[in-house]
């Protein structure tokens, strides 16, 4: 079995002005290309390969905010839904984050396999975290997060990467080889194995499953929405 990873960023719904949506992007731009050369050029989503590579874009606040303000991406009342791609055939990544619905979200949907390591994910994750400031992140892969959770309800799981914000409370002591690092003033991340995660590794389910439990139980697991 081939897995598909992701990475994905929410948080409660939090009214701001679109130019503030363009700053947040613009930082989440600038950390990504900062980590991988891959993740420095984007262009907006297209009906076509060639439409798309006629879309580039400067990732810069006030590129963002005219692209913003376009019809196409308001989708209600100060709400947008916006996705761009990298422009690579073998190594496609492609970022959509919307903004102003009840849950937001951002999310990273990687092709190229050399972006699947321990460091660059923590990196990518990261990224995300300084520019939306979120509740709740994690990274593992499509098909581990539907053997864990029938729902998928954002925040209830764990994955290979599975970050918390400071006010969702401390993370209580973790096994080995599990690492808990403090992401600069905002959080933590929960790092599983030092190697990819995987489905295909009974260790790694089962690790992942203790961490839950101990999650669950010091209050950590909750849907996005719902105080802890």
Known sequence: MTE???AGVYWPERPEPLERYARRAEVLFQRLASTDPSLASWYEQGPSREAALNSRFTPDARSLSQLFAKKKYQIGEGEISFAA???QAAGSSVVNFSCGSPVDLCVWTPAAR????VEKVSQLLS???????PDWGVFTSDEHRDTVSESGD?????????????HRGPVPPLPGPVRVEPLED??????L????????NPEHVALAE??????DRAGLLEPIGVAP
């Open 4 to 6: 598909t990873y992701y």
């Open 85 to 87: 791609w990298n422009g």
């Open 114 to 117: 050399g972006l699947l390591s």
């Open 127 to 133: 990224a995300m975290v300084a520019a939306w400031e």
């Open 154 to 166: 954002v925040g209830t799981f764990v994955g290979w990467i599975t970050y918390f914000s400071r």
């Open 186 to 191: 905002k959080g933590t991340l929960v790092i």
């Open 193 to 200: 194995p030092p190697e990819r995660f995987t489905l295909a």
């Open 210 to 215: 203790e961490v839950r439990e101990r999650l």
